[in-house]
Each structure stands twice: as C-alpha cells, then as structure tokens.
C-alpha cells in the first residue's frame, strides 16, 4: 500500500460545526503532516507528527486540533471554523532518517486531500 | 532568507512541444529538491526528486530535471507535452530542517 487516504472527500460545516478529517497510511512512515491549500497557492503546513509526537505547529488556530492516535492514523478536529478556513486540506507522510531529528527528506506522499467548505 | 522562485505564473506550450518549468531555490546546506505536479481538485503528485550525484534527474510521465549546482537552480523539463499535462507544478527544496519548501507553482497549459 503506497497510498495516503484521507476522508471525507467533500465537507461542509457551519461555523458552530464540530466535524473532524481523517488520514490513514500504511506505508510504515513514522511522520505525518497537514497542509492547508487555497485555490492555485502552495500549500501551507500546519501541523507535523513524528512518532506520534507534536513537534511542529506553524502557528495554527486553535480552532484546528490535530491528533494521531497511532503511527497509521492522523485526525484533524475542527471547532468554530470561520468562512476563510475554507480550504483544501492535505495530509502527507514520510519517513523519518532518524526518530527525533526532523529529517524528512525521502520525500513526501500526498493525499488527494478534503475540500472544506464553511457556511 | 531561505526561498523558493517559480518565475512564471503560468507556461503555455503546444502539444509535441518541449515544456519547461523553472525554479530556482535559495536554501542553506544541501537541499534534497523535488518537484510536484498537482492536478484539479486532487492532492500533489510526486514526479521526480534529486538527493545526489547525476545532476539530470529523470521521474514520472516521461518528466526529467537538471540540477545546476552553481545556478541553484532544477529546472524541470518534458521534451514532447502531452494535452494532459497541463497542471499546477511545484518545485519544492527542503530547507535544513528536512521541512518542503514550496515555491509558488506554475500552471502549464498544454493545447493540442
């Protein structure tokens, strides 16, 4: 399995919505990511897990509430959402030369990714 | 500064004809370079990456790009676009970190 899926496709909330975003990789890669995406611009990371540890956060709202539960699943929790959060939301994953450095250079795999709508 | 220059907004090509996208990348140390290729409404697709040695990388769809050391530049490059690779296209360098840094992409239109 070499892919990064993530669920659900499509979503609209409110902004008093709490809805949650679901990544899954099986590829054995110890680090994860989410990026947010505006139409036709890079994407922007929010969040990185290593090992299943925090260790980076870019600053976020604290209305976005990442988790991961274990080394193959990576939530994003959503909570009062404003109509500019929408967005589309990528996950990644990739290995990780060493537990802890931060060297992710193997290079990434990319979710097709969840279309976020806010109403 | 650490940055990413992706020039052209947007590349217009004819079907048959060679493609390039630029880049060129100011990043300390030794960056790993990678290119991605998004398509509408889906995630990044990788397509090539350059580590070390050969500095002509080749990658996915029939895509190449050379790395110029001393330019600090990876150009990608097709010799013959296809109508379907008209896309949003990414370069990325990691910074020292190991983090993607991307440039701003460039949309290729291909027409037949």
């Known amino acids: 399995d070499t892919e990064v899926t993530q669920t659900p496709k499509h979503l609209v909330m409110g902004m008093t919505n709490k809805k949650s975003l679901k990544c899954e990789q099986h590829m054995g890669h110890r680090a994860m990511y989410w990026y947010k995406q505006k139409a036709k611009k890079p994407p922007e990371l929010m969040f990185v897990y290593s090992y299943e540890k925090l260790s980076i956060n870019e600053s976020v709202p604290s209305r976005f509430s990442p988790e991961c539960p274990n080394s193959s699943l990576l939530n994003l929790h959503l909570h009062a959402l404003q109509p500019e959060d929408s967005a589309l939301y990528l996950c990644a994953s990739s290995q990780e030369l060493s537990p802890g450095t931060g060297a992710f250079n193997y290079g990434y795999t990319f979710g097709s990714g969840t279309r976020l709508t806010v109403v | 500064a650490q940055s990413v220059a992706q020039p052209e907004d947007q590349v217009n090509v004819a079907e048959g004809n060679p493609l390039t996208v630029k880049c060129t990348y100011s990043v300390s140390g030794n960056p790993y370079l990678f290119w991605y290729v998004q398509y509408p409404n889906r995630g990044l697709q990788f397509l090539l990456k350059?580590?070390?040695?050969?500095?002509l990388v080749k990658g996915s769809y029939g895509f190449e790009a050379e790395f110029n050391k001393s330019q600090t530049s990876f150009h990608l490059k097709k010799p013959s676009a296809l109508v379907s690779d008209s896309a949003l296209y990414f370069c990325a360098p990691t910074d020292s970190w190991g983090k993607l840094q991307f440039g701003a992409g460039t949309q290729v239109v291909v027409t037949p």
């Open positions: 350059y580590i070390t040695g050969d500095n």
